[in-house]
């Protein structure tokens, strides 16, 4: 790892910037590659480092969930996964429109009156003609109710389309909410196996730091802590707590680079 501030450079496992007034968020920034006030070379940040890499008095934790992607950094894998993958790619291949569904309109007049309408006029228009008397008034009565029927039938069919459609996406929304219920039962099976498997060190950890703590009821930054010991973090750690009397042995502690700073202002 090496750290560059405005007047100073760090090279190696421990980098104490509490007398530089660059803040742990300004170290955050710089470790995930953003501008900042200072530059750190260092490996990549990982899932870890989301959860606990900037390990403050003012932090929040899930420890749980904090502790399943600790024990995935050590290689641990839940039978779920497979399972997981598969609803997941069942659930995305589900295409639903996320735009409001629209209402059917249905037609202003009923189409069955009208045809009755229509058959009425040609068979009028056809008793004239046999009579050889004019159906002009009757003719334009007919193509009049042929075109309100048309569009009566039109708005009818988009209606029965509009309702099909509705049907189909409210169908398809249902199926991918039983999906990610499925997908949240598995992910929640996953978390609690892999939590298991990494309990026993976590909880040596945190007895190590607070002899008298709950494991998972203690405060944010001594189950941060022992997650790190239980985990495995590439990029360094942005420490701002004094759980350790020095940087040095922090670094030691969590097995990798570390960043000592002071509280943010």
């Known amino acids: 790892m090496i750290v560059r501030t405005a007047d100073r450079t760090w090279c190696g496992s421990v980098a104490d910037l509490r007398a530089t007034g660059v803040s742990g968020h300004q170290v955050v920034d710089a470790v995930r590659g953003d501008d900042a006030a200072c530059r750190i070379h260092c490996p990549p940040p990982g899932p870890l480092f989301d959860r606990v890499g900037h390990v403050h008095p003012e932090m929040g934790l899930r420890v749980r969930p ?3 992607v600790a024990a995935r950094t050590r290689g641990l894998t839940p039978p779920q996964d497979d399972e997981i993958e598969r609803l997941r790619a069942e659930r ?82 249902q199926r991918r909410l039983r999906l990610d219920d499925r997908i949240a039962n598995h992910e929640r099976d996953a978390r609690s196996w892999l939590v298991e498997r990494v309990r026993d060190p976590y909880e040596r950890a945190v007895f190590a730091l607070d002899p008298g703590a709950d494991p998972f009821d203690c405060d944010p930054t001594t189950a941060a802590l022992a997650i790190l010991r239980v985990g495995t973090q590439r990029a360094p750690v942005v420490l701002a707590t004094e759980q350790f009397p020095t940087p040095a042995a922090a670094a030691a502690w969590v097995e990798g680079p570390v960043v000592a700073c002071g509280p943010d202002v």
């Open 92 to 173: 995305d291949a589900i295409d639903v429109d996320e735009r409001v569904p629209q209402h059917a309109t249905p037609p202003e007049e009923d189409p069955a009156a009208l045809e009755e309408r229509v058959a009425e006029l040609r068979g009028r228009i056809s008793a004239l003609r046999a009579h050889d008397i004019d159906a002009s008034d009757e003719r334009a009565a007919l193509r009049e109710a042929a075109t309100r029927l048309s569009e009566a039938q039109t708005t009818r069919l988009a209606a029965a389309q509009t309702r099909q459609a509705t049907r189909e996406q409210r169908d398809r929304r």
């Open 66 to 68: 904090a502790l399943a």
